[in-house]
């Protein structure tokens, strides 16, 4: 049932808006709430695929994030140079350039330099679905990267001597020392990073991904009910971050080492 | 691979679309500096409030700070687009859509740094200038935030990297930033590789020299 937002406002089309007649009276709200909107038609159907393809976006954008970043985080700490190097280019120019020109980048920029074949497959299979996959999982690998780093370099450097000295390997010493603790410090910042990943799956609208954002765009545009299209879209992505965020609290009580983590105030 | 299309629209590209002189209402300059600079007054307020002892301004701001960190800002800036023509009844140009939604989502990232500064002051100060008889108020800018500030320079510089990056989504509503002029001139050369990674490497050479002066200042104040 439509509900009057104000006393006065009229029923009508309300987007664009319309000019006042007579005067312009600013701060007088003429909008018609129509909320059945939202589960009316496709609206539903619309919804529940967007979130769908959001969580199925960041679940493997944020696999190929973490994979990224604790290759190139592990890289930059180990002694031979020139990997050190690459590790260190990766971060320090993926991380500093706008997501939204990557997306550019992998979705116009990398598809026609690829063998034919591949390029077959890629528009047979949405393209842009992949290219924002990429381009989430390589932008968020460089920032994952530093919270690794940050955690590898919160453990003592005693602890890789005394690896080195029971005769463990480099990669034994980190794959069993230093990884598994450096792993907890990190479930902090590594849980706002990955909630970063969620929000800013929703760049991937602009290569036509039809995420959340996207389809909240597309009852917009079908309804004419912006504010009631944009507000379940808000609320589906802040139950999402709220949800996440306290469900690794949790974790991060469960697993914390006593005497190596200063609990500080989860973001 | 042929990068003389870069060569041939560098004028466009850089003078229109980065710093926002030409025909188009443009600019990530133009839109930047200022989002820096208001996004941070209103963050330092909100940082405040979120540390007051009243609770009807503390919650207020706690739950600022949570909305809009639980939101994209895509999100945030189709919000500005829709409501505010309805609330005023005026067309609002697209810079001003884009500068009110920077303005109020990064006040909450900028709010959360300044709580976490002023937390950082340690606490003998403000009872040193209450013995002083300096009031709260003076306390706060003549005491605490002066100091907060210098422990705040990291996390800012890092912030103010973000909200950089940040204004390329701006393009999204027609703003034509660098992002945007690269998508026009693509339009017309279809040299997309190229392009972007020029703009890439635009984006590139102003964050990291952002954050190169940041480490300076750091050694020099600390």
Redesign the interface.
Known sequence: MPRQASQGGVAGP????A??PTR????????TFNWSVLWSGQSGQWLLSGLLITLQLSALAWILAVVLGILSGALRTVPLVPLRWAATFYV??FR???????M??WY???P??LPRGVQDWLFDHGVEFWAAIVALGVYHGARMSEVIRSGIGAIPKTQFEASMAMGLTTFQAYRLVILPVALRLIVPPGTSES?NLL?????A??ISVAEL?FQ??QI?TYTAK??EA?TA??LI??AL??SIATIMARVERRYAIPGLISRTQA? | MDFSVVASNFQFLVVQGLIGIGPFVGGTLRLAIPAIVLGFVLGIFIGLARLARAPWIRLPATMYV??F???????VI??IW??I???????IPEYGVALTAFVIFEAAYFG?IVRAGVQSVPRGQVEASTALGMTATRTMVWVVLPQALRNMVPALVTQM?VLF?????A??IGYVDL?KA??IV?NREIK??????F??VV??IC??SM?VMARRFERRTA
């Not at chain 1, 309300?14 to 808006?17: G, Q, S």
């Not at chain 1, 009276?25 to 003429?30: E, G």
């Not at chain 2, 990056?165 to 989504?169: E, G, Q, V, Y």
């Open positions: 309300t987007h664009p808006p000019p006042a312009r009276r600013p701060f007088q709200v003429n909008y320090e120019f500093n350039v706008p997501l939204l020109v990557w550019f980048f116009f920029g990398v026609p330099l909630l929000k800013n799956s929703s760049v609208l602009t954002t909240t765009r917009e912006a504010i944009l879209g808000t992505y802040l971050c709220l973001g | 949570e909305f960190r639980g939101v994209p800002l895509v999100m189709f919000w829709f409501i023509p309805q609330l005023l009844r005026l067309p959360e990297i990056k940040d204004t390329s989504l393009s999204i992002t690269a998508q693509n997309p590789f190229e392009l972007y990674l703009v890439a984006y590139w964050t990291y954050a």
